[in-house]
């Protein structure tokens, strides 16, 4: 397990809980506006690489201070013991909500067949015919379709985010989106702050984001199609 960092309190990574965030390093995924970039990178070039057993002690000692763990990355499916760490944090009796770029979807099949994530959050990047080349040279976007189809499906509180940017978002895109996460139960629309990025080359001379104004048109697209749509 390659621990790339630890946001040891937060109120807004997992919805309704006081919970702390576990960063695993390594991504599959190249997206311009990435806030991570260390992180994407790998460990070599990670500032915080944490030891495991550091990670494991804090969650002991933070037992009835934390409500639950988030784990994210990077894309934390890519790591081979995703398992054994979801079912350490389940062991020590806290809930676990997992970040997800959506492209490993036997992986996520896999947590929620063991009962060992308690909500999961997947990022939509753009429609997903269009992920290659810019998320992803070569995206098979069955990958995508599955993870939301098992996602929606699995009984289990989630949230689809779309990081609004051009040209990945636009109004036909959001109701490209809104038709295939039909009848989801919350669909965020994000606001892109352009401060570190993986790609700082992609926005020169660009403007790439979109207003509040703007978001809130996009969510009257979405609104009729997902329970619940929100700007953030
Ligand atoms: S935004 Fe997420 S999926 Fe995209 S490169 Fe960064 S960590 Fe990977």
């Known amino acids: ?22 960063f695993l390093s390594g991504c599959n995924f190249n997206c311009p506006y990435c806030h991570n970039p260390d992180l994407v990178k790998g460990c070599a070039e990670c500032p915080h690489f944490l030891e495991e057993n550091g990670v494991y002690d804090f969650l002991k000692n933070r037992r009835g201070l934390l409500d639950g763990v988030v784990i994210s990355g990077g894309e934390p499916t890519l790591q081979d013991d995703l398992v054994l760490l ?14 997800t770029n959506g492209s490993r979807p036997k992986v996520i099949q896999g947590l929620i067949d063991r009962k060992l994530v308690d909500y999961i959050a997947m990022d939509i990047k753009t429609d997903p015919l269009r992920y290659s080349p810019l998320i992803k040279k070569h995206c098979n976007p ?29 109004d036909q895109i959001i109701e490209n989106i809104s038709h295939i996460i039909h009848g989801a139960r919350l669909y965020a629309l994000q606001e892109f702050r352009n401060t570190e990025v993986l790609h700082p080359e992609f926005f020169q001379g660009n403007k790439c984001s979109y207003d509040k104004d703007e978001l809130i048109r996009f969510k009257a697209i979405a609104d009729p199609w997902v329970e619940k749509c929100v700007v953030r």
């Open 142 to 170: 069955s990958d995508i379709f599955s993870s939301i189809r098992i996602i929606m499906e699995s009984g289990l509180p989630y949230e689809f985010k779309t990081t609004c940017i051009k040209p990945l978002v636009n």
């Open 86 to 99: 979801c079912e350490k944090i389940k062991d020590m009796g806290y809930p676990v909500k997992v970040d």
């Open 1 to 22: 397990m390659i621990f790339g960092g630890l946001q040891k309190n937060s109120f807004i990574d997992y919805p309704g809980k006081i919970s702390c965030v576990l």
